[in-house]
Structures are given as C-alpha cells and as structure tokens.
Nanobody, 122 residues
C-alpha cells in the first residue's frame, strides 16, 4: 500500500505562482510513474501532468503546457508541481497519483492522495 499526501495549495492572484508537493510513504517504489490531476466542482477529473519513474520523461495537458513544471525527487519520495502564470481556470482540487502506467487517464493510476485546493482569484 502507498500513501500520498498533497500540500502547498492556497489562494493566489491571477498571474501568480504556486508550488504544490506530494509526499509518498508506505510501499513506495522508484519504478512508479506519477502524475497530477485536478478536479473543479461539477467537472470531471482531468489530467494535468505526468512524469515517469526516473524523471526522464514528462507529459503535460495542453492547457498547462509552458506554465506548469512537474518534477520528482525519488530520494525524498516526493513529487512537485510548479505552477506559473495562474488563471482562474486553474482553480481546482489538485491530486497526485502513482502507478505502474505512465498515463494521462485517471483509471491508469493505482494510488491517490486526498488533494490540495488551489484557488486563483481574478
């Protein structure tokens, strides 16, 4: 079993930046691919970014490409998402995920955190 805990969310003005983190514990493995998803009220959970087991490959949703950067520190069992040039459309509950598949769909991941809220004001 793997436990994931997100942190770092908060209220940010449009155009601002924020870095959120995900700490992993339990039966963690360097072989896990990891990703970030987000969900706003009344909307489906959507893919944000993914990173493979060694950090050598990344993938981003078109809506965040060029603004967000996903990274990981396997020695610390940590995942990060640096978010720049934030807009109100980025407001959502952000979840980190881990799994055996380097994917872009929520059901391709095996473990999930509880989420951290990011709110961007205009």
């Amino acid at each position: 079993q793997v436990q994931l805990v997100e942190s770092g969310g908060g209220l940010v003005q449009a155009g601002g930046s924020l870095r959120i983190s995900c700490a992993a514990s339990g039966r963690t493995s360097v072989s896990y691919n990891m990703g970030w998803f987000r969900q706003a009220p009344g909307k489906e959970r959507e893919f944000v970014a993914a990173i493979n087991w060694n950090g050598g490959n990344t993938n981003y949703a078109d809506s965040v490409k060029g603004r967000f950067t996903i990274s990981r520190d396997n020695a610390k069992n940590a995942l990060y998402l640096q978010m720049n040039s934030l807009t109100p459309e980025d407001t959502a509950l952000y979840y980190c995920a881990a799994g055996r598949i380097y994917g872009t769909r929520w059901f391709e991941y095996d473990y999930w955190g509880q989420g951290t809220q990011v709110t961007v004001s205009s």
